[in-house]
């Protein structure tokens, strides 16, 4: 059972442009969701989060966006950069739960071009 | 910055035979996990490690595999007998308090890609 989906495998965006990656879920009881990010031969780094009580958070250049009625969230890059190049995980959980019950998705692969 | 670091980086091995994957969590971390990531699929949990003992598993940590932390600093998975299915990328991760939150990071190492013939 796929709890979090990203139904693009990939995305291929110009440089300075926004990348937009889309997150799907179908368990009402997550409660945080997680972006990570994930070069090539290097394990997936945290990247940004956010809880349900919120519906945007942003960090820089990156913003998560959450859509609770549509199970829905999405990260945006702004402006998008070569060095953003990478697979991005979307992940869920409830938010009292443990880390052995996170939710990924299959991930995302960006390329930015320049 | 504290790493997670794992070894080896590839292993080839035949199908039937025993395999060790090693982990050095970051230091003052107090939980540890496996996971994996077959290719093409999700990241998949196998199973986390506290106090010395399994914390929690998930239905793919069955009998073939197994934890330990023989030492203060390393972290093995070991998978018994291999099968086909077991190839995957596995990912060793620790962190300070078994919960996620934007003050507790889960921090991953760069894995250990495990190619069963």
């Known amino acids: 059972d796929q709890q979090v989906k990203q139904n693009s495998p990939s995305l291929s965006v110009q440089e300075g442009r926004i990348s937009i990656l889309n997150c799907d879920y179908t368990?009402?009881?997550?409660?945080?969701f997680l972006w990570y990010k994930k070069y090539p031969a290097e394990g997936p780094t945290f990247l940004i989060s956010i809880s349900s009580i919120k519906d945007k958070n942003e960090d820089g250049r990156f913003t998560v966006f959450l859509n609770k009625s549509a199970k829905h969230l999405s990260l945006h890059i702004v402006p998008s950069q070569p060095g953003d190049s990478a697979v991005y995980f979307c992940a869920a959980s409830e938010f009292a739960d443990s880390w052995g019950k996170l939710q990924f998705g299959a991930g995302t692969q960006v390329v930015v071009t320049p | 910055e504290p790493e997670v670091t794992q070894t080896p980086s590839h292993q080839v091995t035949q199908m039937g035979q025993e395999v060790i994957l090693h982990c050095v969590p970051i230091?003052?971390?107090?939980?540890f996990y496996w996971y994996r990531q077959i290719l093409g699929q999700k990241v998949e949990f196998l199973v986390s490690?506290?106090?010395?003992?399994?914390?929690?598993k998930s239905e793919i940590f069955d009998d073939q595999f197994s934890v330990e932390r023989p030492d203060g600093s390393n972290f093995t998975l070991k998978i018994r007998s291999t099968k086909l299915e077991d190839s995957a990328m596995y990912f060793c991760?620790?962190?300070?308090?078994?919960?996620?939150?934007?003050?507790?990071?889960?921090?991953f190492g760069a894995g250990s890609r495990l190619t069963v013939l």
């Open positions: 991760a620790s962190t300070l308090r078994d919960s996620p939150s934007g003050a507790n990071v889960l921090t």
């Open positions: 368990n009402s009881m997550f409660d945080y």
């Open positions: 230091s003052n971390h107090l939980y």
């Open positions: 490690f506290y106090n010395n003992e399994i914390s929690e």
